[in-house]
């Protein structure tokens, strides 16, 4: 005697997904919302005067289980400073036909210079236009900030010390390193 249940069963399944609401997203026209913590598009950051935070250090590349990033440091100088201490990501890629998003990259930053963002739309017809470099990567200067280069003195500790965009005057940071002096 044939099982006439089972088959009967499966179109159960199929007359039930009839009467179900769509769930089609109508994307690209209404992108569906993403996760707040979603690894997207890295971004370069910078501090609130324009300086950027990379220090061209290469940890985030030595963290990268892909291999995906190259960075190239080079030094900074008072007339041409990009970044506020010694030196300063000169080259930047990040190769997206390689890359995983498993964020190891951001943890390594020792300066939060690396971040993601949550853009997703990563895709393109050719992969030479998917090794970004800084022209695509670096963030855009706060408002009322100036563009790097700029020329300016290190003031290295003044950013390490949270007091990044408005660095603190030579006079200032005199009277706190007074301050901090142990009395004799
Ligand atoms: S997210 Fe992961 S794979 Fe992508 S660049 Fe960073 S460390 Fe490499
Ligand atoms: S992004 Fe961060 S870890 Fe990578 S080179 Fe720049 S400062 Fe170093």
């Known amino acids: 005697m044939p099982d006439f249940g089972k088959p009967i069963a499966g179109f159960g399944v199929m007359l039930g997904g009839m009467f179900r609401e769509p769930i089609t997203q109508q994307y690209p026209e209404e992108p569906a ?31 990268c289980p892909a291999d995906a990033i190259f960075v190239e440091g080079a030094p900074n100088s008072d007339d041409e400073r990009y970044s506020p ?13 390689r890359c995983i998003g498993c964020g ?19 895709a393109d017809d050719n992969r030479a236009d998917l090794i970004y470099e800084k022209d695509r990567l670096l963030a855009p200067p706060p408002p009322g900030a100036e563009p790097t280069p700029q020329q300016k003195p290190a003031r290295g500790v003044d950013y390490y010390l949270g007091r990044a965009g408005r660095a603190a005057t030579t006079a200032e940071s005199a009277a706190q390193s007074q301050a901090a002096e142990p009395p004799r």
């Open 85 to 97: 201490g010694e030196r300063y990501g000169r080259v930047y890629q990040i190769n997206y036909l």
């Open 33 to 63: 919302p993403i996760a707040p913590r979603y690894h997207g598009r890295h971004q370069l950051n910078r501090y609130d005067d324009g300086l950027e935070k990379c220090i061209g250090c290469e940890l985030c590349a030595w963290a």
């Open 104 to 122: 190891l990259c951001i943890e390594a930053c020792p300066t939060r210079a690396l971040t993601m963002t949550n853009e997703f739309e990563l």
